[in-house]
T-cell receptor
Framework: DAKTTQPNSMESNEEEPVHLPCNHS???????IHWYRQLPSQGPEYVIH???SNVNNRMASLAIAEDRKSSTLILHRATLRDAAVYYCILWNGGAQKLVFGQGTRLTINP | EAGVVQSPRYKIIEKKQPVAFWCNPISGHNTLYWYLQNLGQGPELLIRYENEEAVDDSQLPKDRFSAERLKGVDSTLKIQPAELGDSAVYLC?????????????FGEGSRLTVL
């Protein structure tokens, strides 16, 4: 399974943008880049995914480097409810499974 | 639309006792997953079902863990006998197999404490 590397923790302030980085240097051409987040005492929740192009949805934006070896999840205006562990995961359609790493614990200060 | 439903939410048992967790996936989702999450760690896959067939159970400790998905809908994960190290959160997830690009829907999990 291709690996991802994320910082263990990050901190930001409420109403400011947050950029969560992820490195995935061994990504293959068919791997999708996924982001999930896990709020306290909840199961993981899908946030966004992409293959090559940048993606936007109501929750966040995903910026993918041109060589696909890294990506950034962007929360445009963080709220206290965005405090969670964010996981960057590579999805290989053949294996049909998500392999989670440690994720980044995001703290939002009021 | 109802999400993935798991029960019980919390379970406390003594070691060597059996325990079972139940999962009801989202209607129409053919693929069902059981994950194990230890404190402070990311979830780890235990088993994946396509309809009623277990297609990936390589990480399931088969000496004490078993799972079933009769009729390809609900699933049960059982541990017998439980050990202290089994204390964790057991997560169920489901997805639609058709054209799936990795969007899984997770339940809230079942937190097991073994004393």
């Amino acid at each position: 399974d291709a690996k991802t590397t994320q910082p263990n923790s990050m901190e930001s302030n409420e109403e400011e943008p947050v950029h969560l980085p992820c490195n995935h240097s061994t990504i293959s051409g068919t791997d999708y880049i996924h982001w999930y987040r896990q709020l306290p005492s909840q199961g993981p929740e899908y946030v966004i995914h992409g293959l090559t192009s940048n993606v936007n949805n109501r929750m966040a934006s995903l910026a993918i480097a041109e060589d696909r070896k890294s990506s950034t999840l962007i929360l445009h205006r963080a709220t206290l409810r965005d405090a969670a562990v964010y996981y960057c995961i590579l999805w290989n359609g053949g294996a049909q499974k998500l392999v989670f790493g440690q994720g980044t614990r995001l703290t939002i200060n009021p | 639309e109802a999400g993935v439903v798991q029960s019980p939410r919390y379970k406390i048992i003594e070691k060597k006792q059996p325990v079972a967790f139940w999962c009801n996936p989202i209607s129409g989702h053919n693929t069902l997953y059981w994950y194990l999450q230890n404190l402070g760690q990311g979830p780890e896959l235990l088993i994946r079902y396509e309809n009623e067939e277990a297609v990936d159970d390589s990480q399931l400790p088969k000496d004490r863990f078993s799972a079933e998905r009769l009729k390809g809908v609900d699933s049960t994960l059982k541990i017998q006998p439980a050990e202290l190290g089994d204390s964790a959160v057991y997560l169920c997830a489901s997805s639609s197999t058709q054209g799936n690009t990795g969007e899984l829907f997770f339940g809230e999990g079942s937190r097991l404490t073994v004393l």
